[in-house]
């Protein structure tokens, strides 16, 4: 545990706590938004991400469930300086983003810096519809999921909530698929365990490139075929081949609807589509922004940091967080360590949160494979002999603990096993 305080102090040495006292948060129907920004950008954020979702719902026939994102915290940050600590890590090294969707166990979380406007709404809008629809087309080929995600991206919501703009062309696409595309059938095949899709190479971005067109064409082109897509994706799904899945669908042989779709991609004619929702709840927020609670927003912001490869600082702020609101901490920490707790230091502290908050069966559920699997590791089987204890499992706990003295284990691990196993005893005593 020593460890763990030294690598904590050391971050809060270079790594100071955001200014949470600044922090202002507001409830809306399907999400919890906060951020150090001005109680008109905060709103300005919620309702963005109302009328998103209120859209999709409305374009896919009222699926979207309210369970669906009931636990999504929204985090705004103000520019890339204060928003840095909170992009991802890979390899070593910040991954540079505008935005992001962090979704794990923990709960679900939606980061913006607003510093980067449209760019960084997006990028959630793209996987904020992988979780609004994961009922609606889970089963459905990644290529029709990706594509239809990097479609819904390009919404726009004017008129007051009453109008949505959607198909605008993405430059980028364009421009990569003027250089290079996937055949159709391959492009079909594509799972989440291709090479394609899990290799950051120029395949990968033609892939979602290639995937909008495909949505876009189906949607846009004339004729319409929005049931003949949906028709191949779920034909693909059941196992059907690209040709007999295409034929079933589009009723046309796959070579003819390659030729199709690469004319609509070579014409880059990609006009977008104007919905009026007049029979619709125009969205709104309602209420102001308030104060935040410091140790709320200082978990919130532990829990994103443990999500993106940042465990040590996270669980520096968990810490931090555990003094004024273990409640929160707790329901953080509720999902298995695996998951959540990646990373030894992070471990351990996220264990120590479960000794503080007296989550004593999650960590016995935790750490017992663990200690099965190395006996050796005397700090683990201390944190679990110490939950064993308070689960009235003193034989458990003694065994784990005379284990230690029995062995080569540091002498302030000796003398903790000792301490437990007075502990012990005395639960033992009539």
């Known amino acids: 545990m020593r460890r763990v305080l030294v690598l904590a102090a050391s971050i809060l040495a270079v790594a100071p706590a955001v200014a949470t006292a600044e922090w202002l948060t507001l409830r809306t129907p399907h999400h919890q938004v906060a951020g150090d920004v001005s109680p008109k950008q905060l709103k300005d954020v919620a309702l963005r991400l109302e009328q998103f979702r209120d859209v999709i719902a409305t374009l896919n026939e009222a699926t979207v469930r309210a369970s669906d994102d009931a636990s999504v915290i929204v985090l705004a940050f103000p520019d890339e300086r204060s928003y840095r600590p ?4 890979a390899s070593g090294q910040r991954v540079p983003v505008d935005g992001m969707f962090v979704s794990s166990p923990r709960g679900t979380y939606i980061t913006i810096n607003l510093d980067a406007a449209a760019g960084a709404y997006r990028s959630i809008y793209h996987e904020y519809s992988h979780l609004l629809l994961r009922n609606v087309f889970g089963a459905a080929p990644l290529w029709f999921n990706e ?10 919501v004017a008129g007051d909530g009453r109008r949505a703009v959607m198909g605008k062309p993405i430059e980028s696409h364009i421009e990569l698929l003027r250089e290079r595309r996937l055949p159709l059938a391959k492009l079909l095949s594509i799972t989440g365990a291709s090479p394609e899709y899990i290799r950051d190479t120029p395949e990968r971005h033609v892939l979602y490139a290639q995937s909008w067109a495909m949505v876009h064409h189906a949607l846009h082109a004339t004729p319409r075929r929005r049931e003949a897509l949906v028709s191949l994706a779920f034909k693909l799904a059941g196992g059907a081949t690209p040709e007999q899945a295409v034929l079933e669908s589009y009723g046309m042989p ?12 070579r014409r880059e004619v990609y006009q977008a589509t104007r919905f009026d929702f007049k029979d619709a709840v125009v969205t709104t927020v309602k209420g102001s922004p308030t104060a935040a609670d ?13 999500g993106i490869g940042r465990q040590e600082e996270g669980a520096v702020r968990l810490q931090n967080a555990l003094k004024t609101r273990p409640d929160v901490v707790a329901s953080l920490l509720r999902a298995p360590y695996q998951v959540q707790l990646s990373g030894r230091p992070a471990l351990l502290a996220g264990m120590r949160m479960f000794l503080s908050t007296r989550n004593y069966a ?30 009235d499992d003193s034989d458990g706990a003694r065994a ?23 502990q012990a005893g005395d639960r033992r005593t009539p």
């Open 254 to 265: 796959l070579a003819d609807l390659e030729r199709e779709v690469q004319a609509y991609m």
């Open 147 to 156: 594509g239809l995600a990097e479609y819904y991206s390009t919404l726009e």
């Open 362 to 391: 999650a960590i016995r559920g935790a750490l017992t494979p663990m200690v099965k699997a190395n006996p050796a590791d005397h700090e683990v089987a201390l944190i679990l002999a110490e939950a064993l204890l308070h689960l």
């Open 294 to 306: 410091a140790g709320e927003i200082e978990a919130w912001l532990g829990g994103v940091q443990m």
């Open 86 to 89: 909170f992009m991802p890590v």
């Open 400 to 422: 784990l603990l005379e284990s230690i003295l029995a062995g080569a284990a540091p002498e302030g691990h000796k003398r903790q096993a000792r301490s437990l196993l007075t």
